[in-house]
C-alpha cells in the first residue's frame, strides 16, 4: 500500500508560481509511473502531468505544457510540479497518483494509488 501526501497548495494570483510536492510513503517509489491530476469544482478529473520511473520520459496535457514542469527525486520518495504562468483556469484540486503498470499515462483509471490532494486557488 502506497500513501501519498501533496502539499504546496495555496493562493496566488495570476502569473504567479507554486510548487507541489507529493511525498510517498514505498520505498519502492522509483518502480512506480507518477502523475499529476486536477479537479475544479462541477468538472471531471483532468489529467495534467506524468513522469516515467526514471524521469526520462514526461508528459503534458496541451492546457499546462510550458508552463507546468513535473520531475521527481527518487532518493526522497517525492514527485513535484513546478507551476508557472498560472491562470484562473489553472484554480482545482490537485492530486498525486502512482501506478506499476501505465499504457496511458492520462487514463487516471490506471493509476493504483492516489494522495488526498491539495487545493490551487489562482486569483485574477
Known amino acids: 500500500q502506497v500513501q501519498l501526501v501533496e502539499s504546496g497548495g495555496g493562493l496566488v494570483q495570476a502569473g504567479g508560481s507554486l510548487r507541489l510536492s507529493c511525498a510517498a510513503s514505498?520505498?519502492?517509489?522509483?518502480?512506480?509511473?507518477m502523475g499529476w491530476f486536477r479537479q475544479a469544482p462541477g468538472q471531471e478529473r483532468e489529467f495534467v502531468a506524468a513522469?516515467?520511473?526514471?524521469?526520462?520520459?514526461?508528459y503534458y496535457a496541451d492546457s499546462v505544457k510550458g508552463r507546468f514542469t513535473i520531475s521527481r527525486d527518487n532518493a526522497k520518495n517525492t514527485v513535484y510540479l513546478q507551476m508557472s504562468s498560472l491562470k484562473p483556469e489553472d484554480t482545482a484540486v490537485y492530486y498525486c497518483?502512482?501506478?506499476?503498470?501505465?499504457?496511458?499515462?492520462?487514463?487516471?483509471?490506471?493509476?493504483?494509488?492516489w494522495g488526498q490532494g491539495t487545493q490551487v486557488t489562482v486569483s485574477s
Open positions: 513522469i516515467s520511473w526514471n524521469a526520462i520520459m514526461t
Open positions: 514505498e520505498r519502492t517509489f522509483s518502480n512506480y509511473v
Open positions: 497518483a502512482a501506478g506499476r503498470i501505465i499504457t496511458r499515462s492520462s487514463n487516471w483509471g490506471e493509476y493504483d494509488y
